[in-house]
């Protein structure tokens, strides 16, 4: 029997991390014992008793960890991720809280890394929620529910983007890491805060000759962006557009380089939240924004 540690980030959004502990409190494993490290961002108010009330109610392995600061998604997951490393788990899954599993989607994630010697992460095929899909008004209700969010991804290299295979077709924190991995190339790049930080962990396992894998017979629902604000705010424009320069110079060839400081050039000609997200990215502002408020915050 294998052990997987799921981390879970909690900022001022309860209500999503309960149902996603409900969800992952029916789960069905032939295979894997789950342990969850709930990491709590320094929300306003303590959740301590409503963490201990749902342990009691659905019977789960729940242990709690309090930041005195907001990490984000990249501090938080390795507040936890580090926590798990004391123990002796297997497999470490980071699980964005505003998502909801289905009951059979642990084994097939752990059967690929028993039957593929290279995997290093592991990621299901995920869903909107229904009632969260970008184009809602698009589907029947008998298709909401199976409208694909992520089923694998790319990189466009020569625009520095990530982007997922499937979306708004009907039928992509969420992926699955052998502790091998982890522990060879490090935890996520805390500069990133949030946005991209999962993708740079990707790019180092790859780089450390580590195999990346969909597995679509696993499967979850995604509510998106519920603890970072929608699609397009300032939030989420800043973050993107500011690591979206952090990643590609790290990654990119020089080519696409010399695209993204014209790319940056025009950006800053136009002004608002990019251009300020331009300019904090070249003098080094990397991390959390102070001036940039998330829920609650």
């Not at 039957?115 to 970008?134: C, H, Q, V």
């Not at 790859?206 to 970072?228: C, D, E, R, T």
């Amino acid at each position: 029997m294998k052990t997987v540690g799921i981390v879970l980030i909690n900022f001022n959004s309860w209500e999503e991390t309960k149902e996603c502990l409900e969800s992952l409190s029916h789960v069905v494993s032939d295979t894997a014992e789950v342990k969850i490290v709930l990491v709590d961002n320094a929300s306003k108010e303590s959740i301590k008793y409503q963490v201990s009330s749902i342990k009691k109610k659905h019977k789960i392995t729940v242990s709690l960890i309090e930041n005195t600061e907001n990490l984000g998604f990249a501090g938080g997951n390795n507040t936890g991720i580090r926590e798990l490393l004391k123990e002796q788990v297997d497999y470490i899954m980071l699980l964005n809280n505003d998502t909801l599993v289905d009951k059979n989607f642990m084994d097939p994630l752990i059967e690929l890394f028993e039957t593929e010697p290279n995997a290093g992460i592991s990621s299901p095929k995920i869903y909107f929620a229904p009632g969260y899909e970008f184009h809602k008004d698009r589907y029947k209700e008998s298709e909401k529910g199976n409208v694909i969010w992520y089923a694998g991804g790319s990189i466009d290299w020569d625009n520095v983007y990530a982007s997922h295979r499937g979306v708004d077709e009907v039928d992509i924190g969420r992926y699955n890491s052998a502790r091998e991995v982890i522990e060879k190339i490090g935890v996520l790049d805390g500069r990133y805060f949030m946005y991209l930080e999962d993708v740079d962990f990707c790019m180092r396992a790859k780089q450390a000759g580590f195999g990346l894998w969909y597995v679509p017979q696993s499967y979850i629902w995604h509510k998106n962006a519920q603890s970072s604000g929608k699609s397009g705010s300032d939030i989420h424009v800043y973050y993107q557009t500011r690591n979206r320069l952090l990643f590609g110079f790290r990654y990119a060839s020089l080519r696409t380089k010399l695209a993204l400081v014209r790319d940056s050039l025009r950006i800053v000609s136009k002004g608002g939240i990019r251009k300020k997200a331009v300019f904090d990215y070249y003098l080094g502002r990397l991390g959390k924004n102070i001036n940039l408020s998330l829920r609650g915050a």
